[in-house]
Structure formats: C-alpha cells, structure tokens
C-alpha cells in the first residue's frame, strides 16, 4: 500500500486546462482513468487526507504508484480520449460493463452486391445496416417473415445463393413469393437493391408514408378493374401492419430516441436502453455495470453513454437521448453524440407526457434487470450451498446457517418507528414467517434501542412456545408474574407479513386476531432479565399474562407450527456494530447463546460480529455477501412499506372522522372555511353553523369530537424548547 504523497506532483507541474489522467501501480499497470475541465484542480482531489476520501477512492489512490496526465484541446476530445483508453487499459477501478448475453440485430448487407436480410451478433460491419438490438433472435425471425410478403428480399446465405445460380432454378422461398430469386435472374443488381433500401426504410420508421402508397396503388387497381393485383396489396397492406403491431406507437410524431434508466445499489448498477424509432420500440438492451469506483448516478449516465454510443456513427445515435440525469459536463457529452452522429443531438432529462411515462416504464426495467442480477444465483441449489457455506466460515459458525433471520429498522424523523423480520431458509425468502413490529416501548427515536427490544421480543415468543410444548419448563415450575419485561406490556403489535396479513394493528393479520402464543400484547419493551428457570439456566420466566394465551398441555393443536416457533441459525440486523451489540444483549439476555449475530453495514458492504473491533470483509463477488445483502435488501424494503402505510393512515385522520353524519364534503367546507383544525376547535357552535351546510346538531358533535380531541399539552421542540403550534390542515 502506497503513500500517496509518495508521488504526488510538484506544485505548479499539473496544468490547469483540460485533458485526461491516468493512475499506474508499482507494476505500471493502468488502474484507473479518468478526465477532467481542469487536471490541477481534479488531481488535487486525490491527494487530500485519506481519511476524507470515499473508501473506494482511497482504494485507488493508494493502490497506485504514479500519476500521469494528457492535454488535450477540449472537453470533447478529453471523452473520447478517456473512452479510448478505458476500452485499451480496462483499469480495474473504473466503471465494468458486464453485458450478460450478444444482443441479436436485423442486419442487412447493403455492401453486397444482392443484399441480404439476416440475423447478425456480435462486432458491427462496416457497408451493413443495422436494426435493433432485440430481446430475442425469433422475434426478428417473426418480423422478417411478414414483411417478406412485401420486401421479397434475399435471405439465404452466400453458399445457398451460389448453388441455386448453378442450378438456374430457385429455393422454395422464391417459389412462394418470399425472395425476389435474384439466383436466377429474376430481378436485376439495381431493383434487388431498390427492395433492400425500401425495406431499410420500413424498419428505420418510415412506414406511413409507405402503406399510403400502397393502400393508393390498390384502389388504382381496384378502378382499373385489376382485382387479383389489389387482392395482393391488400394482403401486403395487412402483412405490414401485423408486423407493426408488434411493437406499439409509444411517442408521437415518429419520435427516433433512446431512453436510459439506471438502477443502482451500493456495489452494482443495471443500465437499461430502449431504442424508439418512429415513434415505435425497435430494441431494448441492458447490462450490469461494477461500481468499483466513486460514481454517482450522473457519473454512472456517462459511462452508459459512452459504451453504448464510443463505436457508433450516423442513424446509430438518435436525434433525442433521453436519461434520468444529465452528465456532470452534459455540454461535452451532448457535443461528442453530435460529433458521432454528424447533426445536433439533444440530451435532456424528460419532465412531463408521454416520454416522462416512458421512461418511468425503462426505470421499472432497470429496477428488474438489477433484481433479477441478484437474485438469479439464488434459484441454483448449487450456488446456495456454496453462498451459505461461504457465510458459515467468514463468521465461524459450525455449520450453514439454513435458517436467517434479518432485522431492520424504520422510521421518519422519529415518528412511527417499526421494525421488521425476514426469514430466508435455504437461501431462498419464505414470506409467510416474515413479521412486522410497532416499536412502543419508549418515545423518540433510537435504532440500537429499537433493535434490542424487537429481538428480545421475537425470542420472548420462542421461549413462550417451547414453553408450550414443554421443552424446556418443567410442569412443576412455578409461574412468574409479568414485570418489565412481560410480552403483556405495552410494547406494541407484532404483525404477520406474508400473504395472510391484511396491514396495520387490530387487522385481521394481527397477532392478535389469529390466537398466536402470545398474542394478548406484543412482547415488551428492552429492560432487566427475567427470572431463571429450572431446566433452562439463565432463561426468563414466562410472564402470567403470556402464559394465559397459551393453550394447556390437552388443547388441541393441529400440528403446524406457531409463528416465532422455529429459532434461526443466524440473526442479521442491518446495522453496523451498535446495532449488533444490542441484538447480541436482547440473546444474553435471554439466556439463548446458541445464535450467531452479525450486522451488515450499508456503507462498505462490511459484516460486524459481536465485541469486534475490525469488520469481516467477504469478497465483492462472494455468494455468501450477494446472499447477506439480499436479506438485509428484503428486511429493509419491508421494513420501510410498513412504515409508510401507517405514516399514511396516520396522515389520513382527523378527530373530525368520528362524527356521526359528517361526510366528506362538509369535512373540508370545515377546513377551508376555518384554515386549520386548530381554529375549528376554538370555533364557537354558532360560528361552526355559519358554515355551508352546517346545521346545530351537526355544530354540536363537531365541537364535542375537537373537545375530545384536544390535546392535553402543547408540543414542545426538545431540541431548541420552541412550542411546536397547530397548523395540521385537518390531518391531527
């Protein structure tokens, strides 16, 4: 590991005018690339203290052994100059493109002499015209096949065209109607060519004006009495218009434009493209990309515009690109598409209308390539076991851990704190044991806290039922009444999160309402231990109150398992070592020593253990980490929907709600005609009848519902000591 004032230039040497830089090791081997307005003021970036550096920059800078630089005349030529070395080098710290498969074109070879209408991958020719990419080879197959009908060109290969000239008679395709037979002279080198170059202009977008004048031939034909030749424009005509249905008019006005979308995580990216031609999707594209540089999402837009436009010329780069964020020097960008494409070439970030729902359309895509990326190893058993077994020896456990469960926090600014649990078994995610808690047992807001309580409560719920199995307790042990700690005290709702459930506390998916162990209360708020009990050493008493909403030892049980019935190998919290620190005390607690615990941080990706200083750094392309940061992923955006839905139900209520006959209406005639809640409350009833609408007895619960609801204190900022006033617009 170098120094990076080791090789840091002389003050003064680092011109300060455009070019492009490159950083070496001590093998001289490029590691990374980059460009630059002003090299002097970029390259200082680089040799600041490290410890002010992003993780992944200083990485790189004291990776490297040397830096040196180009001058180049302008911010264009500094891109191309970058691309160009980025494509040679291949740095390791720059931005990879991992495009997953060899996207297939409709190809045609204009540079021969009897053009041909083919499927082509892999590197672009020069003299062929190129359309695409496609999903998929067989939908160009499809395509091709109906548009045959009425562009007769030639689609055999080299070896076939030259042995059917031999034999002076044609190949099926020209005893059908389907080629043109230009293999025996059927038709002339120039009108072959007048086919491909309509068919050209066909897929290229141009096809109104077209069936216009086809669908004008055919009614000439139909008035000359020329019935079979209108039967067959007619059939042309519909054969066109099929392989136009194909692909649906998404921009009007025959818009030529690609959209760009990204999808992002701490280490990867998903790039998806859409090529609209016409005003019609003609391609789609996309790949992964390994953000093992510093790059945020304009930074990740560059480097998408240059892999998909550095070798491409003319009709290949649209009039419109269209992205979800402008480049830090869009200006240079925008310039060197113009540069590629030979006319102007607008980039700009889509606001409204048709390409703004579009483009939320490729987000979505993005959103599902970066998925399914993640998550297609896990549907291989084969690269489960080996992600699991990679887990079990970074954390030193002694065998997989076949059963993970991960905690997550979630709030907004304080309010409507809740957590949640995912379980994963066998590496794949089983929903119907996901759980969510309201975390009650103590005001404000505190993740180390909040994650304590909820564990102890998810495993409060475990001893309860092997307490109800006879697992562990003894029939002859004595009950212990509920203190702090009982799962009877008001610590909130623990609610199922699987396809039963049906939301927020005091549903039909309440633990409540299904008669779970437990389930007379959630399980209490952090605290002292419980009581030991015999045949458990260091375990808590079952509180009376839990104990209550247990079936007896003769209850009828029907065999399946309660919920929190099944303990984890392993427990994940999202969170670094504070939060696992507290997961680690809720188990001690508890006396239950026989779970790991491990938090996986956001920031680097890094897995803290209990009482360790340094963090477990697993491979950036380890199973075993994609696995974690799934889980993690998973209990984080389910955390989060949670938390939304109760912000919302929240947002959405109003004292005014439980007057009886008061409708919607009269609701915010009440709201707009007094401003606030607040002076509705203070509203005499006669004032309150003044309003539209508004009769006494109607005034009357009004006044008696705000009464009810009156706040018994002011808020007070706890921070600054300013009394928070009122001013909620209905929503209390």
Do not use: N
């Given at each position: 590991m170098a120094d990076p004032s080791s090789y840091r230039p002389r003050p003064g040497e680092i011109p300060d005018s455009p070019g492009v830089y490159r950083f070496r090791d001590e093998h001289r081997r490029v590691i990374y690339v980059g460009k630059a307005k002003s090299l002097r003021q970029r390259l200082a970036n680089y040799f600041q203290d490290l410890a002010g550096m992003h993780p992944r920059t200083a990485t790189m800078v004291t990776s490297a052994a040397s830096v040196e630089w180009t001058v180049v005349a302008t911010e264009v030529e500094a891109l191309q100059l970058e691309y160009s070395w980025i494509k040679e080098y291949d740095p390791r710290f720059n931005v990879k493109y991992r495009d997953d498969k060899s996207y297939p074109y409709l190809a045609v070879t204009l540079n021969e002499e009897f053009p041909r209408v083919q499927v082509m991958r892999g590197a672009k020719r020069k003299g062929v015209r190129y359309f695409g990419p496609y999903g998929h080879a067989w939908a160009i197959r499809e395509t091709v096949d109906l548009m045959l009908r009425v562009f007769p060109v030639r689609t055999c290969s080299a070896g076939v065209f030259k042995n059917h000239r031999a034999k002076g008679r044609p190949c099926l395709l020209g005893y059908i109607g389907k080629c043109s037979a230009p293999c025996v002279g059927r038709v002339t080198p120039e009108e072959h060519r007048e086919l491909a170059e309509e068919f050209c202009d066909f897929m290229a977008g141009r096809t109104g004006a077209y069936i216009r004048r086809l669908e004008q031939r055919m009614a000439e034909a139909a008035e000359e009495l020329e019935y079979e030749r209108a039967a067959r424009l007619r059939d042309d005509i519909t054969a066109l218009r099929r392989a136009l249905e194909k692909s649906a008019v998404v921009l009007a006005d025959a818009t030529d434009a690609d959209l760009i979308a990204v999808a992002e995580d701490e280490l990867e990216a998903a790039v998806q493209i859409f090529h609209v031609r016409g005003g019609r999707v003609r391609g789609q594209r996309g790949w992964v990309t390994d953000k093992v540089e510093a790059v945020d999402l304009s930074g990740l837009v560059e480097h998408a515009l240059q892999q998909l436009y550095g070798e491409e010329s003319g009709d290949a780069v649209p009039k419109e690109v269209l992205v979800p964020a402008l480049p830090e020097d869009s200006g240079a960008v925008g310039e060197w598409l113009s540069g590629r494409r030979g006319a102007q070439v607008s980039l700009r970030v889509p606001r409204r209308g048709d390409k703004k729902a579009l483009m939320e359309t490729v987000q979505r895509n993005a959103q599902q390539a970066l998925a399914l990326h993640k998550t297609k190893r896990a549907s291989d058993l084969t690269t489960r076991s080996r992600a699991l077994e990679e887990i079990a020896e970074a954390l030193g456990l002694d065998s997989a851990p076949l059963r993970i469960e991960c905690f997550d926090i979630s709030h907004l600014q304080g309010e409507d704190v809740v957590a949640s649990m995912v379980v994963f078994e066998d590496g794949l995610p089983r929903k119907s044991e996901y759980r969510r808690f309201q975390i009650k047992g103590f005001p404000g807001q505190d993740d180390v806290r909040s994650m304590h309580e909820v564990v102890g409560r998810r495993f409060r719920r475990y001893l309860a039922e092997k307490d109800r199995t006879g697992e562990w307790i003894g029939a002859d042990s004595p009950d212990t009444p509920g203190g702090p700690d009982s799962a009877g005290c008001p610590g909130g709702t623990d609610s199922p999160g699987g396809p039963d459930s049906t939301g927020g506390p005091g549903s039909a998916g309440s633990a409540e309402s299904q008669g779970s162990?437990?389930?007379?209360?959630?399980?209490?708020?952090?605290?002292?231990?419980?009581?030991?009990?015999?045949?458990?050493?260091?375990?808590?008493?079952?509180?009376?109150?839990?104990?209550?909403?247990?079936?007896?030892?003769?209850?009828?049980?029907?065999?399946?398992?309660?919920?929190?019935?099944?303990?984890?190998?392993?427990?994940?919290?999202?969170?670094?070592?504070?939060?696992?620190?507290?997961?680690?005390r809720a188990l001690d607690e508890l006396g239950i020593d026989d779970v790991a615990v491990c938090g996986l941080a956001k920031r680097l990706?890094?897995?803290?253990?209990?009482?360790?200083?340094?963090?477990?750094?697993?491979?950036?392309?380890?199973?075993?980490?994609?696995?974690?940061?799934?889980?993690?992923?998973?209990?984080?955006?389910?955390?989060?929907?949670?938390?939304?839905?109760?912000?919302?139900?929240?947002?959405?209520?109003?004292?005014?709600?439980?007057?009886?006959?008061?409708?919607?209406?009269?609701?915010?005639?009440?709201?707009?005609?007094?401003?606030?809640?607040?002076?509705?409350?203070?509203?005499?009833?006669?004032?309150?009848?003044?309003?539209?609408?508004?009769?006494?007895?109607?005034?009357?619960?009004?006044?008696?519902a705000l009464a009810r609801a009156a706040p018994a204190a002011p808020a007070v900022n706890t921070a600054t000591g300013e009394i928070m006033e009122e001013n909620d617009g209905g929503s209390t």
């Open positions: 162990p437990g389930s007379r209360g959630g399980a209490g708020a952090p605290g002292r231990p419980g009581t030991a009990e015999a045949g458990h050493p260091g375990a808590p008493g079952l509180p009376a109150d839990l104990e209550a909403g247990l079936p007896g030892p003769g209850a009828a049980d029907d065999g399946r398992p309660r919920r929190f019935a099944y303990p984890p190998q392993l427990v994940v919290v999202d969170g670094g070592a504070p939060q696992v620190a507290a997961a680690r990706e890094e897995v803290w253990l209990p009482g360790e200083s340094d963090p477990v750094v697993l491979p950036r392309a380890s199973e075993g980490l994609y696995l974690l940061q799934r889980v993690r992923d998973t209990a984080h955006d389910f955390a989060i929907r949670y938390q939304r839905s109760k912000r919302t139900h929240r947002i959405r209520t109003s004292p005014l709600d439980d007057v009886p006959g008061l409708g919607t209406v009269r609701k915010q005639a009440l709201i707009k005609h007094f401003g606030s809640v607040k002076r509705l409350r203070q509203a005499t009833i006669e004032q309150i009848c003044e309003v539209p609408g508004m009769g006494r007895k109607t005034a009357e619960s009004v006044a008696a």
